[in-house]
């Protein structure tokens, strides 16, 4: 078959140089450079590949690892044809070119070069992504970001408590509330053993109220307060807690912003369906069992093209690739859907009787879900429950 492409490029990127090899059609190399990452940069790129081949942007398949950033973007906007192959498929196309299989990026440019001529399969073409999901994607990471970082306090507020007022680690389900504004709100009453003796039981059923905490009552709180308490040196916990509570509040505001952010490009993806006779994408995702806002969003934001394009084989290759934002976002579906769903709840079942783990029988479960959401894509139709009961009871 004959390509439609007069040159070959390979491009390895990295964070401050990215190194390029030009191939001609017959497999000679025609250049090799090595461009910094910037600006100015990109545009020596774009020029020295169109000065060096005299061809329109649109005869240069350029191959790189990754299917979006700077890079990706500039040359999809200069008109190129990009062809992305995953990460995981590096090492074998090395070793197929080069004996040794060793990494070098002036080589690893030109082997990325030949494998797009010779295996072209391999490849994904990349196109431009809408604005609408690379804003997704940009919040929906944010949310990851500022849920790690708000754990990572969670760890390093208690470990605090531990060293000069470990009764407080004995207050119920302690680690997800110590970012909480009343727990905040308690501590600035009380900072040290000493000062929460001093507070009444009223004083707590008021700040308990106040913050709609139920899981508690002010009088077993007001014991928890008034156990023995360690004697410590005086130090600096109180200082560092104020501190660790103040990034707490700050990455609590941001977090919540983000997740506004998301609520609102989602209600942007459904407003933008051009079609009315058929639910949109997003209605579709959201009737089946175990997809929430976390799920909905990392779909869209990560997978949009191939959701859109409805390739099962493609999302669960990804999944089972190196996109760790859409594996999670697939486990959880997963998770909460052998909980809620008869079907998924009874394929769970066999699964771990079968001896299976726990994480394998999810990822099954998942699997299932993906190729009935594609299928659902498909034909336009919302997921019904009574087809679930109808199959479960056959």
Partial sequence: MTSPFLFFVGIDWGSTTHHVCLLEANGSVRGSRAFPHGGAGQAELVRWLLDETGAAPGQLAVAIETPHGPVVEGLLVAGFAVFAIGPAQIPGSRRRYVS???KDDPRDAWMLARALRADPDLFRRVELEKPLVLQLRERTRTINELTCQRTRLCHQIRQQLWRYYPQLLAIPDLLNQLTHPWFRELWNKAKTPALALK??????????????????????????LHAPALTVAPGAACRALQSLFAQAHTTNQLLAQARQDVRELLKAFSQAHPDDERPDDMTLFRSLPGVGGYVLSTLFAEAFDLLQRRDYPALRATRLGVDHELRNALYHWARVAAVHDPLSKARYRALRARGHSHGRALRTVGDRLLAVACAMLKNGTLYDPKLSRDKLAA
């Fill in 100 to 102: 040794s299989g060793a």
């Fill in 199 to 224: 507070l009444r039981v009223s004083t707590l059923a008021k700040l308990l109220k106040k913050h709609g905490i139920r899981r508690l009552n002010a009088k077993g709180l007001w014991e928890i």
